[in-house]
């Protein structure tokens, strides 16, 4: 049970009044003559979440809208299947250098004017690829604006992806920082899942492209509903202006002052170096997988629908698996978030391995399986990751934007390359591709092996957890309370208790846990304070903060 402690104080308590004792008690009535700074959360940034999820889901069906469908697509515009596969590429291609300028655009627009851009590219997309359904043009004018839809598109997606961990770092405390990259981060593998369910649904492959056109259209608004920052700041870290990407740069560089908030040991710039690579090779993996399920799974007698329903299984029961463990890391495994990426990826990597064996005809219920399980390892990891890489580097937009980057980077590289791997139509079975389950699970096999390097010290949440004490501290001293840790196991022995009652005209020093005020609420604006000095010395606090007031009554038994 928590214990106060009554001490004398020699020096006068300046912010604290107090009228004599007598016989029954007196009061204490103090105001806060001054604000003393506060870190606060705002209810809106749940709005501003939601926005940016639709805004990220709908971006994430443009990399695999062709994947289930590729071999319609081929049958109704008489395409080749390198030819579909390059409209998810071009999403990858054109993401490098977009990635980049992103975190510029923000620094130069804000995060709603950035949005703004974004938007319109959404609405002219669509309807630019779906004018490449016309019957009456060529198959090469026909290419030529679906792969320009597919381009301004691609555009769109790191505008909203790479903004995701700054988004939670400005508006979230340590509590939900990192359930909101979950949700926002794994909006876009949602976008994936919807993007291999919806085409096959639909009934020709030009209404598809009309469906995706309006989708984007609808979506395009809610980009007003996205707030650039909040007027307090809810951490240490979020009261800080956004670092530029130079700044990234110089830091791995170690060419960052020691001073500077965003300084980074070498320990700390291997890390993210293995991290980057890491991220890159198991999402990427994942990217061309989903862009390729119809033509790796085909040759083995899978229809375009099962193969869509097997690439959502795999993003879906990741998305659960994601919603389940970031409370967890929010509020239990706050400290653990590397050990969770060496536990987890080997999991993961026997999955990809066994897929090398399993992929074969009617072996349905073996493959939803292993995709459960890749889905629930890798993407519960996304927003760890995400989260991790900030806590290195203390630069959210920079650290994202090169994470996604390399993933686009490695998912490019990976659908040419086992492109190139599939088989000729005299194998058995006919173009199947084998060899590209060998190169991924050898590829993935070897990038685990590197993760158990990275040591993860999270240095932004540590700073912002000393921050935060310091500012409860200075404001409970600010209204008469200083704050202390006091053993709350149980004590019967006075010496714990150390009550001393106070004299008729003296002033006292109340000493309370920290934990019982930090669970309290937010920080006092009043405090009312009745001493009774009879068998039993009790306390009475009233809490008043702007929304709400509080009472709690504690005794502190005399000895």
Request: aromatic share 8%; charged share 15%.
């Amino acid at each position: 049970m928590p214990k106060f402690r009554f001490a004398k104080r020699e020096e006068a308590v300046t912010s604290i009044g107090m009228s004599p004792i007598k016989g029954s008690g007196g009061s204490i009535e103090e105001r806060s003559t001054e604000s003393p700074r506060e870190y606060r959360l705002y209810k809106r940034r749940w709005i501003g979440l939601l926005a940016l999820v639709i805004l990220n889901i709908v971006s994430g069906m443009v990399l695999v809208w062709f994947g289930p469908i590729a071999n319609n697509v081929v049958a109704d515009f008489g395409f080749t299947l390198d030819q579909v596969n390059w409209f998810g590429n071009v999403v990858n291609v054109v993401y490098l250098p977009s990635a980049l300028v992103v975190p510029y655009l923000y620094g130069r627009l804000g995060l709603r004017g950035t949005g703004y851009i974004g938007a319109f590219l959404f609405i002219v997309s669509g309807w630019v690829r779906y004018a490449g359904t016309a019957r009456s043009l060529s198959k090469s004018d026909s290419l030529a604006l679906i792969m320009i839809g597919q381009l301004l598109a691609g555009l769109t997606v790191p505008i909203f992806q790479v903004i995701i961990p700054s988004y939670s770092e400005r508006w979230f405390d340590l509590k939900g920082r990192t359930t909101a990259t979950m949700i926002m981060g794994l909006s876009n593998p949602v976008g994936n899942a919807l993007g291999q369910l919806i085409p096959p649904l639909i009934g020709t492959t030009r209404q598809s492209l009309l469906v995706m056109a309006i989708i984007f259209t609808v979506a395009a608004p809610v980009v007003f509903l996205v707030g650039d920052h909040p007027p307090t700041p809810p951490t240490f870290a979020a009261s800080h202006k956004h670092p530029s990407m130079m700044s990234l740069v110089h830091a791995m560089l170690g060419r960052m002052p020691r001073d500077q908030y965003t300084y980074m040991t070498f320990r700390q710039r291997l890390d993210f170096a293995i991290m980057v690579l890491v991220f890159g090779v198991l999402v990427g993996i994942i990217n061309s997988f989903t862009i390729l399920t119809a033509q790796q799974l085909g040759p083995y007698g899978y229809s375009d629908d099962t193969a869509g329903f097997m690439g959502a299984a795999l993003l879906l029961v990741g998305l659960v698996a994601a919603a389940v463990t970031a409370p967890l890391y929010d509020r239990v495994l706050t400290h653990h978030l590397a050990l969770s990426c060496k536990l987890l990826t080997p999991i993961m990597a026997a999955c990809w391995i066994a897929l090398i064996w399993e992929i074969k005809p009617n072996n349905d219920v073996v493959l939803y399986v292993l995709m459960a399980l890749i889905g629930g390892t890798s993407l519960s990891l996304l927003p760890v990751v995400l989260e991790l890489a900030v806590e290195l580097t203390r630069n959210a937009d920079g650290s994202s934007a090169i994470l996604w980057l390399s993933t686009n980077l490695f998912g490019l590289i990976f659908v040419l390359v086992e492109g190139a791997l599939r088989a000729g139509p005299d194998a058995n079975p006919p173009l199947n591709m084998r060899r590209a389950f060998i190169f991924q699970a050898s590829v993935i096999s070897a990038s685990v092996l590197l993760i158990h390097l990275v040591e993860g010290k999270q240095t932004r949440r540590a700073q912002d957890e000393i921050k935060r004490d310091q500012a409860e501290r200075a404001t409970h001293q600010h209204v008469g309370i200083e704050v202390v840790e006091v053993p709350s196991e149980r004590d019967d022995k006075r010496s714990s208790r150390e009550m001393v009652p106070p004299s008729h005209m003296e002033k006292v020093h109340i000493q309370l846990p920290l934990r019982l005020l930090r669970s309290r609420g937010s920080v006092p604006a009043q405090v009312r304070i009745s001493l009774e000095a009879h068998h039993d010395l009790g306390a009475v606090v009233t809490h008043r903060s702007r929304s709400r007031a509080r009472r709690t009554r504690h005794h502190c038994p005399s000895a």
